[in-house]
């Protein structure tokens, strides 16, 4: 069992996600436990406030840093957190590799960045990472921390229903995922290509490889020099 603590100002932007489909099953199946913190509870001012101007001046309310460690710290009066990750446009990027290693932990962290961004003192002091999700401005980091659980979640074994389709996702080995096909074999003239009708593995399976790389070579050739 991996338990996932989600911190968020706005922690109904995070339920739909996990309410459908895959996470939903994961989580009825007790392969996963989340729960989601509202900061706002954590916050000891009368107005519930949890955000404030800058120092030194410039647009953009900061997260602030109690209610964030008042919530960090009763969690950790009954959990041991391996990771307590931050997401945030100005971090590391998520890929493949960093979902594998997070899909193999027990109790992970993470708290939603929002706004300006969160005061320094959070970044230095309570958290292990920091992770964004694309080199694009997203409201908040509720999104973000949705992706990264979808991203691990699919990992844990007993999750997707054969286990072997997340070990040949894209990004597995670096690279881009063939082409799939179903029926029906020829839609209005516009064919499925006879190799994958020939019930020949071994040339299937070389025909998916070169696809494969085909592929990364044309839209992601950074990913071949990994
Ligand atoms: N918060 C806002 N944008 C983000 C991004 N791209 N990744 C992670 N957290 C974010």
Redesign the pocket.
């Known amino acids: 069992m991996i338990r996932i603590d989600i911190l968020s100002a706005t922690p109904e932007l995070l339920e739909s996600p996990f309410s459908g489909s895959i996470l939903r099953r994961a989580i009825e199946k007790n392969i996963v436990e989340v729960y989601f913190h509202n900061l706002r509870d954590y916050s000891t001012d009368k107005h519930n406030k949890i955000d404030d101007y800058q120092f030194g001046g410039g647009s953009g309310m900061v997260l602030m840093i109690e209610p964030i460690d008042n919530c960090i710290q009763e969690l950790k009066k009954s959990n041991n957190y391996d990771e307590v990750i931050l997401?945030?446009?100005d971090?590391k990027l998520l890929d493949q590799k960093i979902s594998n290693k997070l899909s193999t932990l027990k109790n992970i962290m993470i708290i939603c960045?929002h706004y300006k961004g969160v005061d320094q003192r959070v970044r230095d002091n309570l958290i292990t990472m920091e992770?964004?999700?694309?080199?694009?401005?997203?409201?908040?980091?509720e999104l973000?921390a949705a992706v990264l659980c979808d991203s691990i979640i699919r990992l844990i074994p007993g999750v997707l229903n054969n286990e072997t389709s997340a070990l040949t996702d894209s990004f597995q080995d670096n690279l881009l995922a063939p082409p799939v096909y179903t029926r029906p074999a020829n839609y209005n003239n516009i064919k499925v290509p006879d190799l994958l009708l020939s019930g020949n593995k071994s040339k299937i399976e070389d025909w998916r490889e070169k696809k494969s790389i085909e592929k990364t070579k044309k839209v992601r050739p950074g990913l071949l020099k990994k």
Not at 131 to 141: A, F
Request: hydrophobic share 35%; aromatic share 6%.
């Open positions: 997401m945030t446009p971090a960045g992770l964004s999700i694309g080199d694009y401005v997203l409201s908040g980091g973000p």
